[in-house]
Nanobody, 117 residues
Framework: QVQLVESGGGLVQPGGSLRLSCAAS????????INWYRQVPGKERELVAG????????NYADSVKGRFTISRDNAKKTVYLQMNSLKPEDTAVYYC??????????WGQGTQVTVSS
């Protein structure tokens, strides 16, 4: 059973940091890139960051460049999203998904990030 489980969200003050984790199981992790997305109620899901299967190429949305860092540990089958200098507009539910997605894939429950004083 293919699973990607997000964790690490929470409530943080503006300027604070969080590290999200995306733990994978049920497939050959090293054969896929992983993307992080986020979604605010009433808005479309937004691509935040992505990393290739080997981790040698990463990309970021302009809104998070210089603040967020994506990384992966293939031995632990986990992808991380280090989020620094958080802003209220980073508040969202964060999801991860493998790339390319397969027909059987579905979105997980995500992890809520709330940036507020």
């Amino acid at each position: 059973q293919v699973q990607l489980v997000e964790s690490g969200g929470g409530l943080v003050q503006p300027g604070g940091s969080l590290r999200l984790s995306c733990a994978a199981s049920g497939f050959t992790f090293g054969n896929y890139g992983i993307n992080w997305y986020r979604q605010v109620p009433g808005k479309e899901r937004e691509l935040v960051a992505g990393i290739t299967m080997t981790g040698n190429i990463v990309n970021y949305a302009d809104s998070v460049k210089g603040r967020f860092t994506i990384s992966r540990d293939n031995a632990k089958k986990t992808v991380y999203l280090q989020m620094n200098s958080l802003k209220p507009e980073d508040t969202a539910v964060y999801y991860c998904r493998r790339v390319p997605p397969e027909a059987i894939d579905s979105w997980g429950q995500g992890t809520q990030v709330t940036v507020s004083s």
